[in-house]
């Protein structure tokens, strides 16, 4: 039984549980920059999902980082509604190598919107609408200054989006 | 209102044409266009990648009714009314998928009714009802079952076309030469679906196809700003009307570098320039968008005055490599899935139309006035679009309700 290795292998499962509730944080506030300095260089994102419609997997949204920071500066130019995106995330599982400086997580999630402006500020405003649900499963990178997001998979359960996003997951 | 606009003509080519505003919100007006319209003419219901296998099935509702589109054991695809004729229950309930797998209630290679277990193979005759003598005696015998079977052809791009109607004539009537600006990219070699998604709208459908009738709406996307307002060759798209209310929009070359962080299109379509960019509306609910990479089309599901089902269909070619097919997707997406940049901006603005026309809300008028010769900004489609409904429905545009002293202000 190896009694010294068990508490450090907790406390970077911990490390990375608290990455990700970070993450979510930083994306429910909007400040996506920050969101992006917890990823490596080399990060990418994907949203995906799967019909059962077409029966295919499928790729909704793709960007590494430099695409990521052009969306992010793009969107003063873009028109959208002025709704909040609150993420509720659960940690199921982080698998760590320390050895190897890697990680991976599963976390479940549900982002809820709260109208602003969505379609009738005078009667929507302030109600909170489920839009979507499904699991981040995420990798890391582990070097002297902590984990870093190399990879995010947000992978939607709910694929009726009506009428969509801007916004990153 | 103080600009020229003639009351009681709709287009009239002098006056600026409006349409009353309880055409997008009226309940009787919409139940007269589901059994007018939506139960009359040809409709595209999937596409045919989405049934490659013999026994492959897909389900959907049109004009309120339940149908099946059956791949035969014969490759020949069939469309029926997805009701089992005994009482009345859904057939197939599951979007798509195969007849090869049995049903808890039936066998394989049929469909089956959970309720009764009466089973029909894929040409939609009946081949089994559980005790039927027993019960049925002489008086009926499954050999006189069948669903009924409803007009169903493959065309333009490898869409499947359906229509309620026992009785309309050939697809080919109906479309005429609409797709003659597209024939080549469509119908070179076969195309294969690689998105799908749909979006339920608090508004009229009308207002959806309205959007995708007209360009003028370019000032509320940035990225179309950009790649093509601002470029050469835009204000020179031609919009071409033709017979049954479909109209297209010709071609430009979209510069979408000149958006931060888009690309030129690397791959494209048969005949179809790399950055080209044109569009085939069909009256009344589906439009074919070809962006040089990737075809997008849109098809309509009414649920009321206020409430519309768009799903959205992105296609390449089916000889494509995993890579080439990535590429197409991450091209669409860019501004035409859920997370892209044009297709929100759409949505949310006719849902502002939606509040903004809300049944029960005082009739108003809604310009369609704009012309330049039939060019990009020319709201030629609109109005060609509404001359058809009207043919159709038999009531003005905007005028709709002659019988009451009621008039859009």
Known sequence: MNVVAKPELKSLDDTIRETIYRACLLLDDEKFMEWLALCAPDFSYRIT?????????????????????GMIEMLPKHNTDHGRLTRHVTVYAVDSDPARGEAKATSSFACYRTMLDGINSHIDSGETQLFLIGKYYDRFRIDEHGPHFIERNVFLDTRRLDKGSHYPI | ???????????????????????????????EEVEKIWKKVWLVAVHESELPEPLDFRTMTLAREPIVIVRGSDSKLRAFLNVCPHRGNLILRQPSGSLTVGEPSGNANHMTCMFHAWQFDCFGRCVDIPRAKAGY???????????????CEVAHGGFVWVSLNTKVGPLSEYIGPAFDIMREELDTEPLTIFH???????????????????????????????????????????????????????SMEVKYDAYQGAQDRVLSFPGMPRNGWKMVDLFPGATYNIRGSSLRVDTMTPLGPDRVMIEFRGLGLK??????????VRDHNTIWGPFGRN???DLLGITGQGVGMQPGSTPRRILHGRRENNTIHDEIGMRHFYKEW????????????PETQTAAE
């Not at chain 1, 029966?55 to 990521?68: C, F, H, I, N, S």
């Not at chain 2, 002098?14 to 009226?26: K, L, M, N, T």
């Not at chain 2, 000889?319 to 197409?328: K, S, Y």
């Not at chain 2, 009207?390 to 309700?401: L, T, Y």
């Open chain 2, 319 to 328: 000889r494509d490599t995993p890579d080439e097919q990535a590429q197409r």
């Open chain 1, 49 to 69: 999902t799967y019909s059962p419609e077409i029966r295919r997997p499928m790729t909704w949204y793709e960007q590494d980082v430099a695409g990521l920071k």
């Open chain 2, 390 to 401: 009207e043919r159709r429905i038999g009531r003005s545009p905007n005028d709709p309700f």
């Open chain 2, 1 to 31: 209102m103080t600009m020229l606009i003639e009351r009681m003509s709709y287009d009239n080519g002098e006056a600026i044409p409006y349409v009353d505003s309880r055409i997008y919100s009226d309940r009787g007006i919409f139940e």
């Open chain 2, 196 to 250: 799908y998604h749909k979006a339920i709208i608090p508004s009229n459908y009308k207002l959806w196809h309205d959007t995708n009738s007209e360009f003028y709406h370019d000032y509320m996307h940035y990225f179309n700003r950009a790649t093509s307002m601002q470029q050469k060759g835009y204000f020179e798209r031609q919009y071409t009307a033709f017979p049954n209310g479909h109209c297209t929009v010709g």
């Open chain 2, 137 to 151: 005696q002489d008086r009926l015998r499954k050999e006189d079952i069948a669903l009924k079977q409803l007009p």
């Open chain 2, 343 to 345: 297709l929100h901006e």
